[in-house]
């Protein structure tokens, strides 16, 4: 089995920062595009931030400049460093992974179980 775990969420004043943390686990091969999703009350999941094996970069226009995802291959995970936070970054962050597992021979799709960012006022 495959698990990612996130860590870092929480509460935040306007205008500071916080670094979300994913570690994906268990019986992976390799690990294609790894990557940050939200979703705020009453609104759909979108996509944060996602980062290739290679280190290249894709983020939504609502932060960049402010947020910076980066990952260690090494440790299978994957970060996210959100700056200049503001009260409508508040959302249930996700923590994503398209991978490889043992004995699978096709990339599947992983989810964390998500960490709550609250960025007040």
């Known amino acids: 089995q495959v698990q990612l775990v996130e860590s870092g969420g929480g509460l935040v004043q306007a205008g500071g920062s916080l670094r979300l943390s994913c570690a994906a686990s268990?019986?992976?091969?390799?690990?294609?595009?790894m990557g940050w999703y939200r979703q705020a009350p009453g609104k759909q999941r979108e996509l944060v931030a996602d980062i290739s094996s290679g280190g290249s970069t894709n983020y939504a226009d609502s932060v960049k400049g402010r947020f910076i995802i980066s990952r260690d291959n090494a440790k299978n995970t994957v970060y996210l460093q959100m700056n200049s936070l503001k009260p409508e970054d508040t959302a249930v962050y996700y923590c994503h992974a398209n991978l490889r597992r043992t004995l699978v021979p096709y990339d599947m799709d992983y989810w964390g179980k998500g960490t709550l960012v609250t960025v007040s006022s």
């Open positions: 268990g019986s992976i091969v390799s690990i294609n595009n």
